[in-house]
Structures are given as C-alpha cells and as structure tokens.
C-alpha cells in the first residue's frame, strides 16, 4: 500500500492516479489540534476527495468537527436535523424504491452564491457493499483539454440552473424540502467556465448537470459544447471510487469535482448524515502563457 510520506499526522493512501485518498489514523471526534485540520486540509486541496476511515461522531461531534473547517455555507432545499441547521440526515430503509438522490454525476448545490467550498459525508450505518460514490477530477479534465479548446472557454461564463432540483429531491419520501418548487426553478448563478482554486493556483474545467448554457448564447447553441465537455470530464482516468464503511467521512472539495452515487443497494440501510463549508465565489483563470494555439493537444 503507498502512503504519501508528506504527511506524518495520519496515513495518505491515494485510490488512484487522478484524485482521491483515503485517510487512516486521524480522529477528528476526539483530537481537536487545529494543526489535525490543517493537515486534513491540505490533504483535501492536493487529493480533492478524502475517505477518512474509522471516525465516530455523534451528532454535536459532527457538528463540532465541521465547524472547525468553517461555516455553514446555508442549504436552501433540505430540511436539517432538528437542533442543527447545518446537517442533514440522509435515510435509506431496505424497503425503499425510490431512486437513490444524486445518482447521476453532478456538484452540489451548484446554483448557490458561492456553492459551497467543502462537502462532508459521514457514514453512520452503510451496505456491506454497494452505495458506493464515485468522482472525477476537473482538474484533469481541465488539463487534457487541447489549446485552442482551453482558450475559448477562457471567454465564456456558465450559467447554473436549479431548474429540475425540487423535482429531483422530492422523489424522495424521505427528505424534507425547505423550499417551494417555483422559486427553486428560477434560481441561476453564474459562474466562469475556466477557473482558478484559490489555495493552489491550479486550473479546473467548472462544468456539471446544472450548467444549463454559456452567458450570451442560447441553450440550443450552448448544448453541444456543454455536452462536450461534460463527457470529456467523465473519462475514467480522471476518477476515483469511494468504497464505503461504517464511520467513514467522505470530504470533498466540491466546486473541482463532479461526484455520482451508485444505486445498487437496495435491500439495505443506508444512514449519512451531510454538511456543507462555505466556498467561495469562483474567480475566473487568466490565461496560460505557456501554450500555443498552434501547438498539438495535450
Ligand atoms: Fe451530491
């Protein structure tokens, strides 16, 4: 098993050439060092996906140890736990039906100002197996596209759409919504379809299933395009897959990912309880200087 040796904290095993690691030894219920979060942080800009093995939270700790990696971005739609408004529990019974949420690729809450910046995921009670997540890198998609490709999206602006979330979530009998379907389908932000991560500099392809078209352009001229580059990123050497067990924490850096729930669980329960940290407003990437349009795709 290869362990990254930049960190002593907690042992790094990346799941994969392109993102994704699991985390083993961190107790991030119990150890309160904020130099534990620091590290989990840096972990978490390098690898963008952490499944931090072995954690024990109830909910408070939940709570406590979200908050040390900032404040609540605010989730319009789902009803939270009572007491904290901050979670949401997530409940899937044997017997359920009902297609699983987020079982198509996709970044959450997209449509937010800012989206938020970290999801967390924990697995309180899991399948032996199934219900795995998987994710992929817009990082690397972002990398692998050609020059000429990278300097057109360099102009142009995305526009996210909430249209069709209401109605995704309230197929699910289990999960309160907070919000009437009308003002959820008018919701959309804007964001810059090349982008720049804050704390790294690194350049990622900011595209998802609510990226509805391109500012000034039609949905039927913006279809192609955003077709294209949603396949583009969900080449398999971008990906990881997260296999879950009880007491993981699932933490991703949310804006530079896309992320898909495998519905292949049904007969056993299922209970997750998600939070979400601030992010921040995307900021547009200035162009790469060391490239020609001339020169061969990447
Ligand atoms: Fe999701």
């Known amino acids: 098993m290869a362990r990254d040796p930049a960190y002593q904290r907690f042992d790094v095993i990346p799941l994969t050439g392109a993102l994704g690691a699991e985390i083993r030894g961190a107790d991030l219920a119990n150890d309160r060092d904020p130099a534990l979060v620091a590290e989990v942080r840096r972990a978490?800009?390098?690898y963008l996906v952490l499944a931090i093995r072995g954690q024990k939270f109830d909910v408070?700790?939940?709570?406590?140890?979200?908050?040390?990696?900032?404040?609540?971005?605010?989730?319009?739609?789902?009803v939270p736990l009572d007491g904290y408004d901050d979670i949401v529990k997530f409940v899937r019974e044997p017997s359920d039906t009902d297609n699983v949420i987020g079982d198509?690729?996709?970044?959450?809450?997209?449509?937010?100002?800012?989206?938020?910046?970290?999801?967390?995921?924990?697995?309180?009670?899991?399948?032996?197996?199934?219900?795995?997540?998987?994710?992929?890198?817009?990082?690397?998609?972002?990398?692998?596209?050609?020059?000429?490709?990278k300097e057109m999206l360099q102009r142009l602006t995305g526009i996210h759409s909430a249209r069709g979330v209401y109605s995704i979530n309230a197929k699910s009998k289990r999960l309160g919504l907070s919000i009437d379907q009308e003002k959820l389908d008018a919701v959309?932000?804007?964001?810059?379809?090349i982008c720049l991560q804050p704390n790294t500099g690194r350049?990622?392809?900011?595209?998802?299933?609510?990226?509805?078209?391109?500012?000034g352009m039609t949905e039927a001229e913006s279809k192609p395009i955003v077709d294209y580059l949603f396949h583009h990123a969900l080449r398999s050497e971008f990906q990881c897959r997260v296999r879950w067990e009880d007491g993981t924490l699932t933490m991703w850096n949310n804006p530079l990912v896309m992320h898909?729930?495998?519905?292949?669980?049904?007969?056993?329960?299922?209970?997750?309880?998600?939070?979400?940290?601030?992010?921040?407003?995307?900021?547009?990437?200035?162009?790469?200087?060391?490239?020609?349009?001339?020169?061969?795709?990447a």
């Open 188 to 193: 959309e932000k804007e964001h810059p379809v």
């Open 260 to 297: 898909s729930a495998i519905d292949d669980y049904r007969g056993f329960r299922r209970v997750t309880y998600r939070t979400t940290v601030e992010g921040w407003a995307q900021i547009a990437a200035p162009p790469e200087t060391n490239h020609s349009v001339t020169g061969q795709a």
């Open 44 to 46: 978490l800009d390098q």
């Open 203 to 215: 350049r990622y392809l900011l595209v998802n299933s609510v990226l509805t078209r391109f500012k």
């Open 60 to 78: 408070q700790r939940y709570h406590e140890a979200a908050r040390r990696f900032g404040p609540f971005s605010g989730n319009p739609v789902h």
């Open 104 to 149: 198509h690729w996709h970044m959450d809450l997209a449509w937010m100002d800012p989206p938020p910046g970290i999801v967390m995921l924990y697995g309180e009670s899991v399948p032996p197996y199934g219900g795995d997540t998987c994710f992929t890198s817009l990082v690397q998609a972002y990398k692998a596209l050609s020059p000429g490709m």
